[in-house]
């Protein structure tokens, strides 16, 4: 495959969904492009803007939030494992309101708490309803007001 065929693929890779760079350079190390030519792709597909860090955060946030209630630290950590910077996190955690925060928790523990009507010892309820908030990447701190 020649530069123009990478480009062009990768390009198609970036416009189906956002993409962090971590995810352009492995994908285009799986196509068997060498690194003089990664590099060149990388600073191609930022000048033409199909990628573009702050806008994946921004992306990524949203959708993990709204989409599957992920709380701020579980989004944290993904998106530092994706190779973006505690700045950049930061920033894109800050578009989500705590009142957007408290409304996901309540509604995640009203569903859970329902959910384990069968339970008939309410410490073991509360424990498992604790244990799948932690799990969405909400801190104890957010869940303690619920626990009662």
């Known amino acids: 495959m020649d530069a123009d065929q990478f480009l062009r693929k990768i390009q198609s890779y970036c416009a189906y969904q956002?993409?962090?760079?971590?995810?352009?350079i492995a994908k285009l190390k799986?196509?068997?492009?060498?690194?003089?030519?990664?590099?060149?792709?990388?600073?191609?597909?930022?000048?033409?803007?199909?990628?573009?860090?702050?806008?994946?955060?921004?992306?990524?946030?949203e959708s993990k939030f709204h989409q599957k209630k992920w709380g701020i630290k579980k989004i944290s950590a993904h998106l530092f494992q994706k190779g973006i910077s505690k700045e950049l996190i930061k920033k894109a955690m800050s578009n989500i309101s705590s009142?957007?925060?408290?409304?996901t928790l309540s509604l995640l523990y009203q569903k859970k708490w329902a959910s384990l009507t069968n339970e008939p010892d309410l410490y073991k309820r509360k424990q498992k309803t604790l244990r799948y908030i932690l799990s969405k990447g909400y801190s104890f701190e957010d869940i303690s007001s619920y626990l009662g």
Do not use: M
């Open 18 to 24: 956002e993409r962090c760079t971590a995810e352009v």
């Open 30 to 61: 799986k196509l068997g492009a060498s690194e003089s030519d990664i590099n060149k792709l990388v600073n191609e597909l930022k000048k033409t803007s199909f990628l573009d860090e702050e806008r994946f955060a921004f992306s990524f946030a």
């Open 99 to 103: 009142k957007e925060i408290s409304d």
